[in-house]
């Protein structure tokens, strides 16, 4: 059986995925990434044992990306960083979004079982 701290970090394993692979290939543009970045966070905090979900859309990033005349492109793991906070049994998991040799990849920051 999994301890606390196994379970949270698999918690948040889920959300990210959940996040990522729900959202990847949304139309956006500057214009409309606020509010991808609320529905985003909104609707990953549903989840069980999800405390908190920050996603910032970068704007830089996203005109960059855009290579056509119609002004938005497909959002990528590359156009965005995400942290995300998890409380499972009293033990909290904080996680980030992290760009490695162009890929995006989800990683522990901390794991307090304190």
Sequence with gaps: MATDAQQACFEA????GSLYHQFAGTPVSPSSARSLEAA?????????????VTVEIRDDRVANAIDHENGYTELTGSLMDVEMRIDYEGVGVSTRMTMTDGYPLMELVDVDDS
């Design 40 to 52: 985003m966070a909104e609707a990953i905090e549903n989840q069980p044992f999800c405390e908190s």
């Design 13 to 16: 394993g889920i959300k990210f």
